[in-house]
Structures are given as C-alpha cells and as structure tokens.
C-alpha cells in the first residue's frame, strides 16, 4: 500500500515538473522518438501537445 502512495505522488510530481517545463519536457520527448525511429508516434505528440497548446494558451 505504501508503495502505491509513493508510486502516484512521484506520477504526480512528474506531471506538475512536465506541465512547469512543458517546452523543454516535448523538445526531449520529440528527440527520444526521434532517435528510435518512431515517426509515427513523434507525429501523433506533436498533433496532441498542439492542440492541447492551442486550448491553454498561445505564448510559444
């Protein structure tokens, strides 16, 4: 049980880091699908992070 806990408030923590560092958090992630080869998946973030940018806000 205990490890469940600390298990989500890690999830949670990463996802507030993520959210604060969001430009540089896709810049890594597109990287690291990048370098594996996947384009299809890098494609489909860059459809997702765009449209959740378009719904947040229009800074960057």
Known sequence: ???LVVLILTAFVA????RNQ???WILTKT???DTTGS????AR???ITRCCRNQQDDTW
Request: hydrophobic residues 55%; glycine residues 0%; aromatic residues 20%.
């Open 22 to 24: 969001r430009k540089d």
């Open 45 to 47: 973030w860059r459809r």
């Open 15 to 18: 996802c507030l880091w993520a």
């Open 1 to 3: 049980m205990f490890h």
């Open 39 to 42: 384009v299809e998946v890098v």
């Open 31 to 33: 990287w690291v699908t």
